[in-house]
């Protein structure tokens, strides 16, 4: 009996392939649908906070983060993921409306204090503007807010000058019924 058990443990060590696998060296082949951390497109993010709004977990919070773009997010608030929570449903990836948020292929999450998986913009980020590019979308930013304001005024004072003209013709058509 116990010749017979070591025969067939000689056997399949030598003729069958490994089980075992070298994990931190060589990583196995993930499914296509592999629902692992969630990559931020910061570039296109709109900072709706719809992903927020839908998570079932409330793991989903909206931060502030200075490499966005100012002309499409005017809060600059982008999300920020706790990992401790998350149960990689993937609502929020489905509810994003410009697609800026999609689950990667990256699984490992580990720390040793709570802050360590909960990660900002900065570290889901994997597209995002230079500082440099951000001062010039920022500029754009302020010229069209000033452009709008302008606007906004040259519209109004044009809706005042209507209203005085109306007013004007409105007492002026009282004093010529009377004449008459």
Not at 99 to 107: A, D, E, I, V
Request: include cysteine; charge should be positive; charged fraction near 35%.
């Amino acid at each position: 009996m116990v010749l017979k058990s070591l025969k067939y443990t000689l056997k399949t060590a030598l003729t069958t392939t490994e089980v075992t696998r070298l994990y931190p060296e060589v990583m196995m082949e993930l499914p296509a649908n592999e629902r692992g951390i969630h990559e931020l497109d910061a570039t296109t993010c709109i900072g709706c906070g719809s992903c927020a709004r839908i998570c079932p977990n409330s793991c989903i919070e909206m931060v502030p983060y200075k490499y966005g773009n100012p002309l499409k997010n005017r809060k600059m608030q982008f999300p920020q993921i706790d990992y401790g929570r998350c149960t990689f449903c993937g609502l929020c990836v489905d509810e994003c409306p410009v697609s800026c948020l999609k689950m990667g292929k990256k699984t490992e999450i580990a720390g040793w204090e709570r802050k360590d998986i909960v990660y900002g913009p900065d570290r889901i980020a994997v597209k995002k503007f230079s500082d440099k590019e951000v001062a010039e979308l920022e500029a754009e930013a302020k010229r069209q807010a000033e452009e709008k304001k302008k606007a906004a005024a040259a519209a109004a004072k044009e809706k005042a000058a209507k209203a005085k003209g109306k007013e004007n013709k409105a007492k002026a058509k009282p004093d010529e019924g009377g004449e008459a």
